[in-house]
């Protein structure tokens, strides 16, 4: 890691929840013991739909940069179809790591050799009650399978709290489903 700093830039669809599944880990980490948690959301002219993105920075010690991330250790696709249309790889860390939302095995995507872990968050969201194209909660259960980094009862708790009133129930066993069904390989 960078200076002890873990980057994680997060891509997704206007209107899939990439902001509020960055800062459901960033709060997640931070009541997990880590000191610093900086959640930066990226705006512009989004629309629901477009190609967007967001920037998570964790660390055990407190962050004052509060920088866009060029170059992440992470990244956390909520759409495969994003990989047509968006290099969402570009700048990633020769050692990183991809948390995508796909259907194929992780040795069937070309990230140049580097750790991929994938789940079909949207079919397990489905499953789990919830409308299609609501993967948010999923991909966070996809994101501690791969990283445990945090342990998925604190993001269960985390997404419950977030989801208070809004089928808290339903994005929580998304995030199991996808916690249970997520795959860890190398890319080709």
């Not at 599944?21 to 997990?32: E, Y």
């Not at 194209?133 to 990283?147: E, H, L, P, Q, R």
Request: charged content about 25%.
């Amino acid at each position: 890691m960078k200076k002890d700093i873990l980057e994680i830039r997060w891509h997704g669809r206007g209107g899939q929840g990439a902001i509020t599944a960055a800062k459901i880990v960033a709060n997640a980490a931070f009541a997990s013991g880590f000191k610093g948690a900086v959640m930066t959301p990226t705006f512009g002219t989004e629309r629901r739909g477009a190609a967007v993105f967001t920037s998570l920075k964790i660390s055990k010690e407190k962050i004052y940069d509060l920088s866009p991330i060029t170059t992440p250790d992470m990244i956390i696709v909520l759409d495969h179809t994003l990989l047509e249309e968006v290099d969402v790889a570009a700048g990633l860390k020769d050692d990183g790591l991809v948390v995508l939302n796909g259907a194929k095995s992780p040795e069937e995507y070309d990230f140049k050799g580097r750790k991929v872990a994938v789940c079909d968050v949207t079919r397990h969201a489905v499953q789990a009650g919830l409308p299609p194209g609501i993967v948010n909660s999923g991909i966070i259960g996809a994101f501690s399978k791969a990283t445990g980094l945090v342990e998925i009862d604190v993001l269960l708790e985390a997404i419950q709290k977030e989801f208070n009133g809004k089928r808290p129930e339903l994005n929580a066993k998304a995030a199991q489903l996808a916690y249970d069904n997520t795959a860890v390989g190398g890319s080709k």
